[in-house]
């Protein structure tokens, strides 16, 4: 079965730091496809980037940035230069197919960022 | 740009009610999920539909439960007889393609139910 783990439960970070989300993976799949959301306090799940497990270059979009190491499972989240509407929980979660056209998405448990002024 | 909306944003219940989430997927979209998040825990897969079917329910997704595209628009998830643990935000999401591979589910705000 696929998991996701997110080991840091929350995370203080100075403002315009640049602040890295940790996300490991486990799958015996060779195709599959990672994604980071953000979740404000209101509530609303965002997309933030996504890796394809062949994808050649790690993903990037705007200040959000993806370390995807394979070899060792691992697809963290890098923002740069934060601010303090950054602060959000995080998830990171793993395409799980079910079927050629259909997914579900698996979840970890999320990381609460905190950007402190 | 398009987004999927719920409504409503909360919803409280008595114990034993039936509810309805509503949701309106992106338009050009063919596949629609709901998600719950039951406060401080994991988000949690509960069905996704297509093509007028369910094509895949986690164990969550027992007989009080179903799921409705009534119209060409909304998509919504019914809980029969409500419980105090279906408390949860309850994530409606949407994508297109038919390619597994290359695709991203969009979430839509979430409708928050509260069961007393």
């Known amino acids: 079965a696929q998991k996701i783990t997110q080991t840091q439960p929350g995370m203080f970070v100075q403002e315009k730091e640049a602040v890295t989300l940790d996300c490991t993976y486990d799958t015996s799949d060779q195709s599959y496809g990672l994604f980071w959301y953000k979740q404000p306090s209101s509530g609303e799940m965002i997309f933030l980037i996504y890796?394809?497990?062949?994808d050649e270059q790690n993903a990037t979009e705007g200040r959000y940035s993806l370390n995807f190491q394979k070899a060792r499972k691992s697809a963290n989240l890098v923002i740069s230069a934060s601010q303090l509407g950054d602060s959000a929980m995080y998830f990171c979660?793993?395409?799980?197919?079910?079927?050629?056209?259909?997914?579900?998405?698996?979840w970890g448990a999320g990381t609460k960022l905190i950007i402190k002024p | 740009e398009p987004e999927v909306t719920q409504t409503p944003s909360h919803q409280v219940t008595q114990m034993g009610q039936e509810v309805i989430l509503r949701c309106v997927p992106i338009?050009?979209?063919?596949?629609f999920y709901w998600y719950r998040q039951i406060l401080g825990q994991k988000v949690e897969f509960l069905v996704s539909?297509?093509?007028?079917?369910?094509?895949?329910k986690s164990e969550i997704f027992d007989d009080q439960f179903s799921v409705e595209r009534p119209d060409g628009s909304n998509f919504t998830l019914k809980i029969r007889s409500t419980k105090l643990e279906d408390s949860a935000m309850y994530f409606c999401?949407?994508?297109?393609?038919?390619?597994?591979?290359?695709?991203?589910?969009?979430f839509g705000p979430g409708t928050r139910l509260t069961v007393l």
């Open positions: 539909f297509y093509n007028n079917e369910i094509s895949e």
């Open positions: 979660a793993m395409r799980e197919v079910y079927m050629d056209s259909n997914y579900q998405l698996i």
């Open positions: 999401a949407s994508r297109t393609s038919r390619l597994a591979t290359s695709d991203t589910q969009y």
């Open positions: 338009s050009n979209h063919l596949y």
């Open positions: 890796q394809g497990s062949y």
